[in-house]
């Protein structure tokens, strides 16, 4: 087992400590597979990459294949709860959506910590060090206001450093239940009343240094007028802005209803896409769409295993793909959290509706889950094994039984194509080891975590 780096050697007053992984083989992006590759890191960073290099003292080995660390681009970390409990009977995305206020309904902010701090150590388990928290549960239940309004995104970011991963809070506007009708039920815990509000409650945490970008929930939710706020705001910081776009029909039909456009023409219309703003699901488009997301430089972020699993539908991707659009990937509703089976699902979903195999390569899946997802949450050049990067590396067991008889020059294509996070042995995250043999070396035992803290969650 490699030794957790204890600062390393070298690096005088002043200079960030250096430590030297030695990879047995790592994936280089459009250099492919290089064998003995030596990553120094400095810091969180990586200050250089030696592919053929011989072992030194005080050298930490990551046996197998490795990759760089994944970034989950789109999460809402309290939808782990629904895990199992939503897959009983029949229905749509909307009576999914009543088991989910459910559990919306019941979350403190100390529960809502334990939770998220389970579920981010089951991603970093699975080989991801990034997250993107699309954020909305902000106030008590009924609309009320924590002495701290911003206690309930405060306890997703503790959560995530507990756990090692880092979390861009995506703080989400939400002031309707449907154009041009208030919040009901649950949704009041959602609101902060107008998009001043949230753009005041929103400063005063990025004020305090945290992580965090803005959010659109959807156009059902977020009036126009409000949308271009909030697009401002986030244009005006250089921050990330991320929404929901043309997820369900009934979505579409909606904004048709209400403002005689689609989702994608009303949003352009507000001033929020362009480069540094990102789609999620992208599901219900047409070709005038794409083209428009494209042209603007609006970036896509697709999450496979909940658009199967809520039948949202399959989205256009190729043809964005095709246009010129950057894709990169989400867990969402955490229905799996899988990287591996998010970028296959990429791929797979494509062949069952063009009939066609080999819409991306491998190593095009394997950049959509980590270099581009990295830069939807503001890390552009990060999700890399290059000097500069984040140092974040993903070792994974070649001996497993899905990877054994891997031959070199196909590595990538059966991690993406065959791996799961059980191949996960390894996980540097910012230059420091956070998983090793498997074990989440910050919390130790992932699943009695997550077991108490959904029942602590669901508890009468």
């Known amino acids: 087992m490699p030794v957790a780096p204890d600062g390393g050697s070298g690096g005088g007053a002043g200079q960030a400590p250096r430590q030297r992984y030695l990879c047995s083989a ?169 998009a001043g509000a949230w753009a005041s409650r929103v400063a005063e945490l990025a004020a305090g240094g945290a992580r965090a970008g803005a959010a659109i ?34 979505e579409v039909t909606a904004c048709l209803a209400a403002y005689g456009c689609c989702p994608a023409t009303l949003l352009g219309r507000a001033g929020a896409l362009g480069a540094g703003s990102w789609a999620v699901h992208a599901t219900h488009l ?57 970028m296959r699902a990429m791929e797979m979903d494509e062949r069952l509706a063009s009939g066609q195999r080999g819409n991306w390569a491998a190593g095009e899946l394997l950049a959509a889950a980590a270099e581009t997802g990295h830069r939807a949450l503001g890390a552009a050049g990060d999700g890399r094994i290059a000097p500069g990067a984040r140092a974040d590396l993903v070792a994974l067991r070649l001996r497993s039984p899905r990877l054994a008889g891997a031959s070199v020059e196909c590595l990538a294509e059966s991690a993406v194509f065959a791996a799961s996070p059980a191949d996960v042995a390894y996980v540097v995250a910012g230059g420091r080891l956070i998983v090793a043999e498997g074990t989440h070396l910050l919390v130790g035992d992932v699943a009695a975590a997550l077991g108490a803290a959904v029942r602590a969650v669901l508890a009468d």
Do not use: K
């Open 286 to 342: 047409d070709e005038d769409e794409v083209a428009a997301l494209a042209a603007s430089g609006t970036g896509v972020c697709l999450c496979p295993t909940t658009e199967r699993d809520l039948a949202d539908g399959i989205g256009p991707a190729r043809a964005l793909a095709r246009a010129g659009a950057a894709l990169c990937l989400g867990s969402d509703s955490h229905a799996v959290i899988d990287p591996f089976e998010e």
């Open 217 to 250: 929930h959807s156009v059902r939710a977020v009036p126009p007028e409000a949308a271009r706020a909030v697009a401002e705001w986030a244009a005006q910081r250089q921050v990330p802005l991320h929404f929901h776009l043309a997820e369900q029909p009934a």
């Open 26 to 194: 790592a994936w280089l992006g459009e250099a492919g597979i290089g064998r003995d590759v030596a990553v120094t890191v400095a810091g969180e960073r990586i200050a250089a990459v030696t592919p053929g290099a011989a072992r030194q003292p005080g050298d930490i080995l990551l046996p197998g294949l490795v990759v760089p660390g994944f970034a989950n681009a789109h999460s809402h970390a309290f939808h782990r709860a629904l895990r199992g409990r939503s897959e009983r009977g029949t229905g749509d995305f909307w009576a999914w959506r009543d088991v989910m206020y459910q559990v919306a309904e019941r979350l403190t902010p100390g529960s809502y910590r334990d939770l998220a701090r389970a579920a981010y150590a089951e991603m970093a388990l699975a080989g991801i060090t990034a997250v993107g928290e699309f954020h909305y549960l902000h106030h008590p239940p009924g609309g009320g206001r924590y002495a701290d309004p911003n206690e309930m995104g405060r306890a997703l970011l503790d959560a995530g450093d507990e756990a090692g991963v880092r979390v861009t809070l995506l703080d989400t506007c939400y002031l309707e239940s449907a154009p041009g009708r208030p919040p009901e039920g649950v949704q009041a815990r959602f609101s902060d009343g107008s």
